[in-house]
DNA sequence: AAGTGGTCTAGACCACTTG
DNA sequence: AAGTGGTCTAGACCACTTT
């Protein structure tokens, strides 16, 4: 393996660690060629690398920072529902439910644990334009989020990944989805003020941690009557 | 701006004219360097970010080359539709209209022409694993494909994105999707074996050339009965 | 002024493909 | 053996932010 790829686990190993957090800047680059006996140029590459991949933040004149999972990150990468006249907003997250329970089949394929392990669900409705547009149903492993409460979900300023990030260290960087229509049901087309069996978009998320260990499942039912899921069949991985 | 975008925008516009094509490799870095009188380094830089968004294509010991829009390229850059069961194949693509016509509305803002100028529309029905599954209808402007015609879409050996590279000089390098979930309507209904106001996915694209311009606006009409739509939300852009 | 990341250079050596 | 891209080094200078 290349060095500047050895010097990259190193860095994600200290970010894992706590070693490194968002609030303070890494070591400069000289300082880092140093610790790791190479040349500045291989550790740029791979910061460069993990700046790309949005775990890095890198600033001229201020320095290289832990990336924030904040409310303009999300939306940026993880929050794919537009307005169809192009409208973009943060939307207003309302929290229905929370409970704990044991990992059906799905969720412990998805999640890679135990049929039958405790995990925590959740259920938010998500208002875009005082509109509610999505109903979302999250599951993560307890082993990952121990005594994850309703408190915390609700007293939380940021994102939800912010929450994850700062009270568990669980830093999600990318997520695969597999988006299909579907006939609405209940209780999504009621939260939704839709009759059942409307068509709805129906996004099944697997988000994944900087390991790639998949950390949480989220199935959200979308209303597309005004809004579009929207993606990028992008040229910049 | 940077001496490596200069190289950049050079060689791509060296691409764009033809001066550069798939089958031949391009320069050595030494050369380029030369030709652009700068250092290797910064050749290497520009060459490195257009290979990351694949419109270049570097092969250690060969050289590098024009990326084609072959088949393997469209399945893993457009082609985003793929068994429930994990199961991922290229469509049998069969053509069930073709027709010159004047651009409406929707098409004239996608495309970026007047309205009424001439468009060719494209029916595709794609079947997976012998079913049909999607039923695409395309639409793209004349002035960019001057004398496209029937026989060139059935006789074409790959993809519709390789003849738009080979025989027009138009390379695709990206594509914006919207994706919505809608009752069927006809004729796709019929082509997807549907009864009417089934849920189907929608998907509306804007393919975009290496300039950023608007090359082909296509709507999809899928259906997820045993298909999903996926996408993801990387980290590597 | 001092310290950070951003760009550019020049050159050495390695890994891979082709003739 | 010759030619290609891939990695790594060492250093200069620039642009930006903070003190």
Redesign the interface.
């Known amino acids: 393996m290349a060095l500047y790829q050895e010097v990259k686990k190193q860095l994600i190993a200290d970010i894992q660690s706590g070693r490194f957090v968002p609030e303070k800047a890494l070591p400069n680059e000289t300082d880092l060629a140093a610790r790791f006996a190479v040349s500045v140029g291989t550790v740029r590459r791979a910061v460069e690398e993990l700046a790309?991949?949005?775990?890095l933040l890198r600033q001229q004149g201020r320095g290289t920072f832990v990336a924030r999972l904040d409310q303009h990150r999300f939306m940026f990468?993880?929050f794919?529902i537009?307005g169809?006249n192009g409208s973009r907003e943060f939307p207003r997250v309302d929290l229905l439910a929370f409970s704990a329970g044991k990992a059906n089949v799905a969720e412990s394929l998805a999640l890679d644990v135990s049929i039958g392990a405790k995990v925590f669900r959740i259920d938010n409705l998500l208002y875009l334009q005082e509109q509610p547009v999505v109903h979302d149903h999250i599951t993560v492993a307890a082993s990952r989020f121990p005594q994850l409460s309703e408190e915390q979900l609700l007293q939380r300023s940021g994102t939800i990944y912010e929450l994850y990030q700062n009270a568990f260290g669980v830093v999600v960087?990318?997520?695969?989805?597999?988006?299909?229509?579907?006939?609405v049901a209940e209780p999504s087309a009621a939260w939704l003020t839709l009759g059942v069996g409307a068509?709805?978009?129906q996004v099944?998320?697997i988000?994944r941690c900087i390991t790639g260990r998949p950390v949480e499942l989220r199935v959200s039912v979308?209303n597309?009557a005004a809004?579009?899921?929207?993606?990028?069949?992008?040229?910049?991985?």
Do not use: C, G, M, W
């Not at 809004?227 to 991985?237: C, E, G, L, M, T």
């Open positions: 790309s991949e949005h775990i990468q993880f794919k537009d169809r960087v990318n997520a695969d989805e597999r988006v299909r229509a579907a006939p068509p709805v978009l099944e998320r988000a979308v597309t809004h579009d899921y929207v993606a990028s069949r992008s040229n910049k991985p």
